[in-house]
């Protein structure tokens, strides 16, 4: 019985730390939600389709390799240089944020920042990720299924 108990609790601390992955309509509903529907111009899909390919709708990715030192977290993929601050190197951290914050579940506050992003001058093209595979395309598919 005992056994069992510290079984039950152990699994519950893995549970816990597991990343949550959105299906995309839930990321759709979720970013509807919070006023990305129109937001800068962007559609809802634009959204969409930037987080399935940044991060695969992983509240949890990480990229911490790119050329200039920085990283990028959560399910936007969140620049350490500009948007978050991380301990490793300074950061115009335009966000007001610690990066690690955007690797919960709770993306609320990487919402707030990706609003902050698409305010710049460079839009959605902030993300590479979204001019590759997002823009000008026809992005009917990410909403299709949803019945937003």
């Known amino acids: 019985m005992r056994s069992i108990l510290v079984i039950t609790i152990l699994?519950?601390?893995?549970?816990?730390?597991?990343?949550?992955?959105?299906?995309?309509?839930?990321?759709?509903?979720?970013l509807k939600?919070?006023?990305?529907?129109?937001?800068?111009?962007?559609?809802?899909?634009?959204?969409?389709c930037m987080a399935?390919?940044?991060?695969?709708?992983?509240?949890?990715a990480f990229n911490g390799r790119n050329s200039n030192g920085s990283s990028d977290y959560g399910i936007f993929q969140l620049n350490s240089k500009w948007w978050c601050k991380s301990n490793s190197h300074s950061s115009a951290n335009a966000c007001n944020i610690m990066c690690s914050k955007f690797l919960d579940d709770n993306i609320d506050d990487d919402i707030a920042c990706a609003k902050r992003v698409v305010k710049d001058p460079n839009g959605m093209s902030a993300?590479?990720?979204w001019v590759k595979h997002c823009k000008g395309k026809d992005l009917s598919k990410y909403l299709a299924s949803c019945n937003l």
Do not use: P
């Open 11 to 30: 699994s519950y601390f893995f549970v816990a730390d597991e990343a949550k992955i959105f299906s995309k309509c839930e990321l759709a509903r979720k």
């Open 33 to 48: 939600s919070m006023g990305m529907d129109g937001f800068h111009g962007y559609s809802l899909a634009n959204w969409v």
């Open 52 to 60: 399935e390919y940044e991060s695969n709708f992983n509240t949890q």
């Open 127 to 129: 993300w590479v990720a």
